[in-house]
């Protein structure tokens, strides 16, 4: 007998031994399982005892695996569960207990479902939120971390009315240096260490600052309810495996990269049939297999779903669908149906894809798309479609098809613009008495030569260059004190670049684009003004009904002011 016995023994003491289960102490109903119980010392025998209920299938097993402290399970149920400690013999003397080991046999409940709040895309330093809910009514639920069943989360639950059951667990803040994967289980009080099903498995993905992949689609960004789908990550840095998130979803999608040539790589996701619920903005990253890191995100990318929202509108073309190479096109989408916007497409450009808000002009809700100048890159068949704020992601029926034929000299390629790219002077042309009204359909802006100044760089209210010189030419006017006057302008001067576009279905993308076609520098675009005469009895905004029929044949104020 060692010394060390011999004192110990003279104590009246052992020290504890070694309790641990393998595989883990979480294990599903029906698997096997082995509770390991180590002593050390010299050890003559082993028992294995269970916290408030006896362990009777301990009895059944062999008497040459317990001496050796291995207490085998072939088949977890239900009976099994509970709290466990053991204890060994040496020279006479029973050690102390060891540590409590909780064996948990899952599987007795549905599953719950586990998911990030509000996304799980979290940002490197930040802390996460995860919810874990269930319609069965858990005192509790367990949060484990994927290879961490022995140190779980464990909260209690709260309650909803209708049965709902749910969780709130917070995750320390996380980082892309590892992997951030989680299961969770729900049970009840009574019956502790019998728990649920596992819910599915979910990970966090934490974007690094590595290269950002692309995302492409095919066969276009609209899609049709039914239709095939694939999105594309690729990048040239040899990811070998990608993620797609669409923003708002409780998860995201994993495939590894597929390397057509060295350095080159790709995923590539299917979607379909295409459903409502496909309809969003995605982005992609990627990753190395050795590393947990994930890349910077792809810029988004939107998905819209046809079909969705009642109504059609309808798509008409100025001057004509035939035109010469350098004219100045403009495609207008009008509906009866109310929508917040409209989106044109043209066909076979998978990215020419334009958006406009709305506005509304008597009967029928519009938008104008100019192409300026048009060249033979805009020859095509055009569609547009309507969309509403509440989910921008759904659009409308199709238009008719529009055929866009342009003749003449090829230009080079180009996309459909909003705004002009040429400078020029700026000119006022009064268009007639109160006889005489803008072109239907079109804005009347301004009611005074004073609010005239703030309509164009130069005028009053802007700091810019003032004009030197104006030049006006008139007849004789009528001298009928309430004539109100409409000034047709036309603008040019160079078109503003915008440095990194939103997203098309943004809100700052859409007042960027009702803020490009208000002000538009076109030398071919057209605004008319009210203009006030200083013999004007009272403030008219606005021309009689009655003058919305051909103007009578009667004299007429003209002129023309330039601006140098």
């Given at each position: ?12 003491t052992?020290?504890?031994p ?5 595989p ?10 082995t ?19 006896t ?6 097993i ?20 509970g ?6 013999y040496?020279h ?48 509790n ?5 994927k ?24 995750v ?8 951030w ?61 990608f993620a ?21 790589s790709?995923?590539?996701f ?13 982005r992609?990253?990627?990753a190395?297999?050795?590393?947990s ?8 990318l939107?998905?819209?779903i ?17 035109v ?19 989106l ?45 704020s ?14 866009l034929?342009?003749s003449?000299?090829?230009?080079g ?9 040429s ?17 239907p ?6 009611s005074?030569?004073?609010q005239w ?7 009053q209210?802007d700091s ?13 006017p ?11 302008v ?9 440095a990194?576009p ?12 009702d ?15 009210q ?18 029929r ?13 601006i140098?």
């Open positions: 007998m060692t010394p060390i016995l011999t004192l110990l023994i003279c104590l009246g052992l020290p504890k070694t309790l641990w289960a393998e883990g102490s979480v294990i599903s109903e029906g698997s096997p399982v509770l390991r119980c180590q002593g050390s010392l010299q050890v003559q025998d082993y028992r294995l005892q269970r916290e408030k209920k362990a009777s299938w301990v009895r059944r062999q008497q040459e695996l317990v001496k050796k402290g291995y207490f085998a399970i072939a088949s977890i149920t239900w009976e099994h569960a709290r466990y400690r053991c204890q060994y040496s006479s003397w029973w050690s102390e207990l060891s540590d409590p080991l909780e064996l948990v046999v899952t599987g007795a409940y549905s599953k719950p479902t586990l998911s990030a709040l509000p996304s799980p895309v979290v940002a490197s330093g930040w802390n996460a939120t995860l919810q874990c809910g269930s319609r069965v009514a858990f005192d639920f367990v949060l484990c971390k290879g961490e069943d022995e140190h779980p989360q464990c909260l209690n639950s709260h309650f909803h009315p209708r049965g709902w059951s749910w969780a709130v667990f917070s320390v803040p996380v980082s892309p240096s590892r992997r994967s989680y299961q969770c289980y729900g049970y009840i009080s009574s019956a502790p260490y019998v728990w649920s099903l596992p819910s599915d498995l979910l990970e966090l993905l934490v974007p690094g600052v590595s290269k950002k992949p692309s995302l492409s689609v095919q066969p276009g960004p609209v899609v049709a309810p039914g239709d095939k789908l694939t999105l594309q990550c690729g990048s040239d840095t040899g990811y070998n495996r797609l998130y669409e923003e708002g979803e409780d998860d995201f999608l994993q495939r590894p990269g597929r390397q057509p040539q060295a350095g080159l790709r995923a590539n299917l979607l379909g049939p295409v459903k409502r619920s496909h309809g969003g903005q995605y992609c990253y990627g190395h297999n050795l590393s890191e994930w890349s910077a995100p792809s810029d988004p939107d998905i819209l046809s079909r969705q929202i009642r109504g059609t509108p309808f798509l008409s073309v100025q001057p004509g669908p035939k010469v190479s350098g004219e100045n096109v403009t495609l207008l989408c009008q509906s009866s149906w109310q929508f917040h916007a409209f044109l497409t043209q066909a076979g450009a998978a990215d020419a894809h334009l958006h406009l808000r709305s506005m509304y002009k008597y009967p029928k809700y519009q938008a104008e798309f100019p192409i300026s100048p048009v060249t033979s890159a805009h020859a095509g068949t055009y569609r547009c479609y309507g969309s509403r509440s989910n921008p992601y759904l659009l409308s029926v199709p238009s008719d098809p529009l055929e034929v342009v003449g000299p090829s230009g390629p180009s996309s459909p613009t909003t705004g002009p790219t400078t020029c002077g700026k000119s006022l042309r009064l268009l007639g008495s109160e006889g005489v009204r803008p072109p359909g079109q804005d009347v802006i301004g005074s030569w004073e100044g703030k309509l164009i760089p130069g005028g209210g810019r260059t003032p004009p030197t010189s104006v030049s006006v030419q008139q007849r004789p009528d001298e009928d004190p309430q004539t109100v006057t409409y000034a047709q036309k603008h040019c001067g160079p078109r503003r670049e915008m990194s939103p997203s098309p279905l943004s809100e700052e993308f859409l007042d960027t684009k803020t490009q076609a208000a002000a538009s520098e076109d030398p071919q675009d057209v605004t008319y003004a203009l006030q005469s200083l013999t004007l009895r009272r403030e008219a905004t606005e021309p009689p009904p009655s003058q919305e051909a103007p009578p044949v009667e004299s007429s104020v003209y002129a023309t002011l330039t140098h």
